[in-house]
């Protein structure tokens, strides 16, 4: 099993408000990948981290091995996802891939 974790903070020209609103879309477009690209075994997006945290938005999620991962990447539902609901508003992505 392929891990894949990212950590995004959102761009500061957004009112609280519009955070939320944007965290929302985020949440609901990746997990709503589940049971589209194959070998994508878990998804999950975590959107109101303590006020300890300096990311806003984070993505677990689980492939069956990393040429899933790889799918997952270029995958058309995934692509417009990243590209209307994540890429546009945040500033800064860290990832981490491991194999478990």
């Not at 984070?58 to 539902?77: E, G, I, Q, R």
């Not at 800064?92 to 478990?100: A, T």
């Amino acid at each position: 099993m392929v891990k894949h974790v990212i950590l995004w903070k959102l761009k500061e020209e957004f009112t609280a408000a519009e955070k939320e609103n944007i965290k929302a879309g985020i949440k609901a477009g990746l997990e709503g990948l589940k049971g589209i690209i194959p070998g994508l075994e878990h998804i999950e997006v975590k959107i109101s981290g303590l006020p300890s945290s300096n990311a806003d938005v984070m993505l677990d999620s689980s492939f069956t091995d990393a040429a899933a991962l790889k799918n997952y990447a270029v995958h058309p539902a995934h692509v417009e996802v990243a590209d209307t609901k994540v890429r546009p508003f945040t500033a800064q992505r860290l990832c981490l891939d491991f194999e478990e």
